[in-house]
């Protein structure tokens, strides 16, 4: 059986890997693909303390997981149509020329 620290190790190296993708790429999409990389190493710490808890019978860590992986569905189809609202207007999906709000 797997200890809970690789799935921790595991975890955290997926949150950084996600982390470092939203906060230094330039494209929105990449900063978007960052972001769920980092809600899915959220939903292995809740799965790993959820099978290495006291009462794994209970259905909180799967309840858990379902609740953000449609949370994450739903941020990802907010996101993509603001990304693509963005593209129309300012022809471009660089997030560092979008300095402006007006329409």
């Not at 949150?15 to 929105?28: C, E, H, P, Y």
């Not at 190493?41 to 006291?54: E, L, M």
């Not at 739903?74 to 207007?89: P, S």
Request: with cysteine.
């Amino acid at each position: 059986m797997t200890p809970l620290s690789y799935y921790l190790i595991f975890s955290a190296l997926l949150f950084s890997i996600g982390f470092a993708g939203a906060v230094t790429r330039r494209n929105a999409i990449v900063v978007l693909i960052g972001i769920e990389l980092m809600l899915n190493a959220a939903n292995i710490n809740f799965i790993a303390f959820w099978r290495f808890g006291p009462n794994a019978e209970a259905m909180t860590g799967i309840m858990f997981v379902i609740f953000s992986i449609a949370i994450a569905a739903a941020e990802a189809a907010v996101g993509l149509a603001l990304i693509i609202a963005i593209y129309r207007h300012c022809k471009t999906a660089n997030v560092d020329k979008l300095d402006t709000l007006q329409g």
